[in-house]
């Protein structure tokens, strides 16, 4: 397998064509896509070609919004831009609060994030994820399907329950099993495997953020070659865990 980052993208404005950005990267670095290539894209580079901003000086908090604040010493307006975009606050502390957003994840901040989105007019302005990121997967897709048969992720940063640190994680997908389900096949000894299902997307996802940074490395475009597969395409969505389903929700 190999993974390579796309070299020399430029930043990533509303309504960019982020397909023809990353062909032209491609053709800059003597690349061309294969079948069955993999396409790692940052949620944040797809979330500002869609426009999903939102000016600060525009968010009125609510009274929620500035009692939460209070307790985790935020600035009610991102606390307002991230009630907005969750169905339920999990936990919340001090700099913190873990959201369940209203596409299913569970997360900090309900993805709103400020890093790498300053303006040059100087207004302060947050990001939100993709409406759709399933289907913001399967538009890159869709445009690169001209030049080969590729799978899609958008990716992002998730923390995990239980361990410090971030890891790059699918929100989206289009072209590829996000999910491998194992159960009902043989381990090495013979013995059925009854839970066992792979998150597929996640590990892709993960591999690819180790190119892609978290800070100022500016490669939010990775390509994964030499992956192989055999079941069904799956949809990021279905990999959500339903609340009944969460013994600690």
């Known amino acids: 397998m190999e993974l390579f980052a796309i070299p020399g993208l430029p930043m990533v404005r509303g309504g960019d064509d982020l397909p023809a ?8 670095a003597g690349q061309v896509l294969r079948d069955r290539d993999v396409v790692v894209v940052a949620q944040k580079i797809v979330s500002k070609a869609e426009g999903r901003t939102v000016d600060l000086a525009d968010v009125v908090p609510s009274p929620q919004a500035v009692a939460l604040a209070a307790g985790v010493g935020k600035d009610p307006r991102i606390v307002e831009v991230v009630l907005s975009e969750s169905t339920k606050v999990v936990r919340s502390r001090p700099n913190l609060m873990i959201m369940q957003h209203r596409l299913g994840f569970v997360m900090a ?11 040059a007019d100087g ?5 939100l994820l993709p409406l759709d990121p399933d289907g913001s997967a399967e538009a890159i897709r869709s445009a690169l399907a001209v030049h080969a048969d590729v799978g899609v992720i958008i990716s992002d940063s998730f923390g995990r329950p ?8 699918a ?19 013979g ?21 892609q940074g978290q800070a100022a490395e500016a490669q939010p475009v990775v390509v994964v070659r ?11 969505a279905d990999m959500i865990r339903p609340p009944e389903e969460d013994l600690f929700r």
């Open 21 to 28: 950005l990353i062909l032209a990267g491609l053709q800059r």
């Open 109 to 119: 901040n309900a993805g709103v994030d400020q890093s790498n989105v300053a303006e």
């Open 123 to 127: 207004h302060h302005r947050a990001l």
């Open 162 to 169: 239980w361990r410090r640190g971030t890891v790059g994680v």
């Open 171 to 189: 929100i989206g997908s289009a072209g590829i099993p996000s999910m491998i389900d194992l159960r009902g096949q043989l381990d090495l000894f």
């Open 191 to 211: 013995r059925t495997l009854e839970v066992s299902i792979i998150g597929f997307a996640d590990e892709i996802a993960a591999a690819a953020s180790l190119l």
């Open 226 to 236: 030499g992956l192989t597969w055999r079941a069904p395409n799956v949809p990021v």
